[in-house]
């Protein structure tokens, strides 16, 4: 139906929206975590019965977030540069959204609630990113199935 260079395109724009999506919320996580911060109203003294230190969040652990979204974006650079030659890339960044999009699934639907957590714009904000990353997870799959990128295999160059 579609031509092969039109799949590889849309898997390496797919790709690149990945990578600068991910810079944006790196950036943000390491040079202005106080943004998060106050954002999601991350203060732990404002949740009854919080099972950890009272008040803010640190900012040294937000940076810490901010670091693997880096190097989740650095992996999908090299995915961008050449899918063919490098499936190991697209394995580990379909890892990366599956284990994300899983862990910020369980936060919104039993974390947050669970400390009666009720700023609502942050569930919202967090299921989009669980929607979003399941959709590029089917997305990515599905495309390297048609272009038959046998993603699953063990590379033998590395």
């Known amino acids: 139906m579609f031509s092969r260079k039109f799949k ?18 790196a950036a943000l996580a390491l040079f202005y975590p106080h943004s998060w911060i106050s954002f999601g ?15 803010t969040i640190e900012p040294l652990f937000l940076r ?30 379909i890892v990366f959204r599956f284990f994300g999009g899983t862990f910020e699934l369980v936060e919104v639907l039993f974390l947050l609630p669970m400390v009666k957590f009720d700023y609502k714009p942050a569930y919202w904000l967090l ?15 599905l495309l390297l199935w048609s272009l038959k990128i046998k993603w699953w295999a063990v590379d033998k160059k590395i």
């Not at 590889?8 to 919320?25: A, C, E, G, P, R």
């Not at 109203?41 to 230190?53: E, I, M, N, W």
């Not at 299921?127 to 799959?141: T, W």
Request: hydrophobic share 50%.
């Open 127 to 141: 299921g989009g990113f669980v929607a979003c990353d399941y959709i590029c997870i089917g997305l990515m799959v």
């Open 41 to 55: 109203h991350l203060d732990s003294s404002t949740v009854p019965g919080a099972p950890y230190r009272q008040g």
């Open 64 to 93: 810490g977030v901010g670091i693997l979204w880096l190097l989740a974006a650095y992996v999908q650079f090299l995915a961008f540069k050449n899918p063919e030659e490098r499936p190991w890339a697209i394995n580990l960044s």
């Open 8 to 25: 590889l395109n849309s898997l390496k724009t797919l790709l690149m929206i990945l990578v600068l999506f991910d810079l944006s919320i």
